[in-house]
């Protein structure tokens, strides 16, 4: 499974950014995805979280009301809508996929190469 982010971008306070993670290679195996981030100095965080038929979302306290995440199977992509962007949203936002090849099998995770989210104030 290869993990492709893009939308990332420099955007003032209160503005908007959708991201998009393109997923390609053996995708029937993706189950869960989600997008997770990582500001200078801090540890890598999950932002949100979503079940392989989107039935169920999670999401950090710090982005609900603000943050959506969705997926488009057909097209093999993930989303995340940020609105009402803030400074401390600023991070590398990274895209995560598990993946599991067969019924009880092994899991695997693959994450992207990242993308740049500058909010400024």
């Known amino acids: 499974v290869q993990l492709v982010e893009s939308g990332g971008g420099l955007v003032q306070a209160g503005g908007s950014l959708r991201l998009s993670c393109a997923a390609s290679?053996?995708?029937?195996?993706?189950?869960?995805m989600g997008w997770f981030r990582q500001a200078p100095g801090k540890q890598r965080e999950l932002v949100a979280a979503?079940?392989?038929?989107?039935?169920?979302?999670n999401y950090a306290d710090s982005v609900k009301g603000r943050f959506t995440i969705s997926r488009d199977n057909a097209k093999n992509t993930m989303y995340l809508q940020m609105d009402s962007l803030k400074p401390e949203d600023t991070a590398v936002y990274y895209c995560?996929?598990?993946?599991?090849?067969?019924?009880?099998?092994?899991?695997?995770?693959?994450w992207g190469q990242g993308t740049q989210v500058t909010v400024s104030s």
């Open positions: 995560n996929a598990e993946a599991q090849y067969s019924s009880g099998g092994l899991r695997y995770d693959y």
């Open positions: 290679g053996s995708t029937f195996s993706i189950n869960t």
């Open positions: 979503i079940t392989s038929r989107g039935g169920y979302t």
